[in-house]
């Protein structure tokens, strides 16, 4: 008998996990639900393809829009980058729960734009995990977790091509436990009773503090570069878009001006940091490189 799935999803991953799903002979996807205010060209092509019903609601919690999920009698709601909260009623609905791919070390990195965090914070992996959903926020117990290695050579566009895989390749194995009837649960506060939260990056978050150590800058460039918004600076009132930056192998901490260009290079230019400086080797400023001016985290040219 087919395992019947509810399928809540947006973005890239949630095209390569469809894809799965539907060439599988346990399950049957019976509905895509995208997002509302950001509707998936994709995913709606990929509905009228395999004649999968397309579902979309301003509020999927409703009463309305509960008495329409009923009569679809699914087994298990699976949600991949889905933006709504699934209240308790939701949550109860198919027999075998709610579950959710979420690109993040569960307990730590629940929340929001945890791929860029991760690499803010230095971290030497990322997790991705599939975890019951619960009416907390990524707390519910753990399905499956899978870990891959962070190095120096990574950015958030790496870190996200591995993740658009890896969150298919995790959830499949995932459904599949549940279908085999293996599927152990671990709760996530035995792992840690704490955990860690991060909240969404908004507009305004690109602005590099150069006062922070060449090593944090470092992570704070790459870990927005492209496809992200690029981290920002200000030369002389104008803004800068700062795609790349480079360690500077073998140099020493002293005290200056935190933000000053401080040399040039064949590539691009050195800007002092907090303790040493770093190599800008990717930017956008006017077509040009310009030396001897102060890079500003609140505009204008000291």
Not at 191 to 218: A, Q
Request: hydrophobic letters at 35%; glycine letters at 8%.
């Amino acid at each position: 008998m087919k395992l019947k799935i509810g399928y809540f999803a947006d973005g890239p991953w949630a095209h390569e996990a469809l894809k799965r799903l539907k060439d599988d002979r346990d399950m049957e996807v019976l509905f895509i639900c995208v997002r509302y205010d950001k509707r998936d060209e994709v995913l709606v092509k990929y509905a009228q393809e395999y004649g999968i019903d397309l579902l979309m609601d301003p509020n999927i919690n409703s009463e309305e829009f509960l008495k329409k999920l009923m009569e679809y009698k699914a087994d298990l709601f699976v949600s991949m980058s889905f933006n709504q909260i699934f209240k308790e009623r939701i949550i109860k609905m198919p027999p075998k729960g709610i579950i959710n791919c979420h690109a993040g070390k569960l307990p730590f990195y629940r929340g929001r734009n945890v791929l860029n965090w991760v690499l803010i914070n230095d971290e030497k992996e990322f997790g991705i995990t599939v975890h019951y959903v619960d009416t907390g926020i990524d707390t519910g117990d753990i399905l499956l977790q899978e870990t891959y290695p962070i190095t120096d050579e990574d950015n958030y566009g790496t870190l996200l091509e591995r993740a658009y895989t890896g969150c298919a390749d995790v959830l499949y194995r995932a459904i599949r436990m549940l279908i085999e009837g293996n599927g152990k649960v671990t709760p996530q506060d035995s792992i840690d009773k704490v955990g860690l939260y991060c909240g969404m990056r908004i507009e305004g978050d690109e602005m590099i503090d150069w006062s922070l150590s060449s090593r944090e800058v470092f992570n704070f460039v790459r870990a927005i570069c492209l496809p992200g918004p690029e981290a920002r600076t200000f030369l002389k009132g104008k803004e800068m878009k700062i795609n790349k930056v480079k360690m500077v192998e073998g140099a020493r901490p002293y005290q200056c001006i935190c933000g000053m260009v401080v040399g040039k290079t064949d590539r691009g230019f050195y800007v002092k940091t907090g303790d040493t400086m770093v190599e800008v080797t990717e930017y956008s400023y006017e077509g040009r490189v310009l030396i001897g001016s102060r890079l500003c985290q609140n505009g204008g040219a000291k």
